[in-house]
């Protein structure tokens, strides 16, 4: 069974309780299980990776150049800061998606840019914790139709 990374950066994992009002009451542990389930139904698996920090992250995307057939990332704010992220996911030689739960641009200014979009096959912005589930969705099917300049 072919595997996707899911990554998730810093203070992600206190989804549900930190500021509720803009991420919802869904914890990083549901959205797992969501995208578990989700994938399984694609016949894909997933691996699970969140890190506060930068480093683990582009780790985790290094180890998963050899060993996924894509990835779905939220970058918390590393999205709107880390050259080296982007650096890393230019490496991965697979589909990229982009996932935030709540809509950057309808927030703070600074979050306005995203360094991981320029290297993202898609954005998903602003659907909460279903926004996994569909970036999950458009990953499988990237992964089922033939290569193209845009995969």
Do not use: W
């Amino acid at each position: 069974m072919s595997t996707v990374l899911i990554l998730n950066g810093p203070n992600l994992n206190l989804l549900g309780v930190r500021e509720p009002d803009i991420y919802g009451h869904t914890t990083l542990a549901d959205i797992e299980d969501m995208c578990t389930q989700s994938a399984a139904e694609a016949g894909l698996s997933v691996r699970c990776v969140q890190s506060n920090h930068e480093g683990e992250l582009i780790d985790a995307v290094h180890a998963a150049r050899e060993t996924t057939v894509g990835a779905i990332i939220n970058a918390g704010a590393y999205t709107h800061t880390s050259l080296a992220l982007h650096d890393a996911l230019k490496s991965y030689d697979h589909p990229i998606i982009e996932v935030h739960l709540s809509n950057p641009h309808a927030r703070e200014s600074f979050r306005h840019l995203s360094y991981l979009s320029p290297v993202a096959a898609a954005v998903i912005a602003g659907a909460g914790a279903s926004g996994y589930v569909h970036a999950v969705e458009i990953l499988a099917e990237k992964l089922r139709a033939p290569t193209t300049a845009t995969n």
